[in-house]
């Protein structure tokens, strides 16, 4: 079973940047075909925001096309989500898990975006 601890977030203001990075431990992400990361904003549902197959083909919601990159680094079991031009309205708890999720839940890392 996969342990996931997400890191990064914070407050920052329109148009600024965040890393966000999620550590993957008990075992590894090679056998997890593809990864993703999700958002929980305040009053909606969890949504899968982004993911990336284990050869690199990545796929984004359009709110997020464009501004956003997700990365992994297998043998470091490490997946990173680059957010660019952030808005308001990507506020929200960030987490990562497979797609689909199949493994536990970690805490999120929160992202607020506010001037």
């Known amino acids: 079973q996969v342990q996931l601890v997400e890191s990064g977030g914070g407050l920052v203001q329109p148009g600024g940047s965040l890393r966000l990075s999620c550590a993957a431990s008990?075992?590894?992400?090679?056998?997890?075909?593809?990864m993703g990361w999700y958002r929980r904003a305040p009053g909606k549902q969890r949504e899968l925001v982004a993911t990336i197959t284990l050869g690199g083909f990545t796929n984004y919601t359009s709110a997020v096309k464009g501004r956003f990159i997700i990365s992994r680094d297998n043998p470091k079991n490490m997946v990173y989500l680059q957010m660019n031009n952030l808005k308001p309205e990507d506020t929200a708890l960030y987490y990562c898990?497979?797609?689909?999720?199949?493994?536990?839940w970690g805490q999120g890392t929160q992202v607020a975006v506010s001037a």
């Open positions: 898990n497979s797609d689909p999720p199949v493994h536990y």
């Open positions: 008990g075992s590894s992400i090679f056998s997890v075909a593809v």
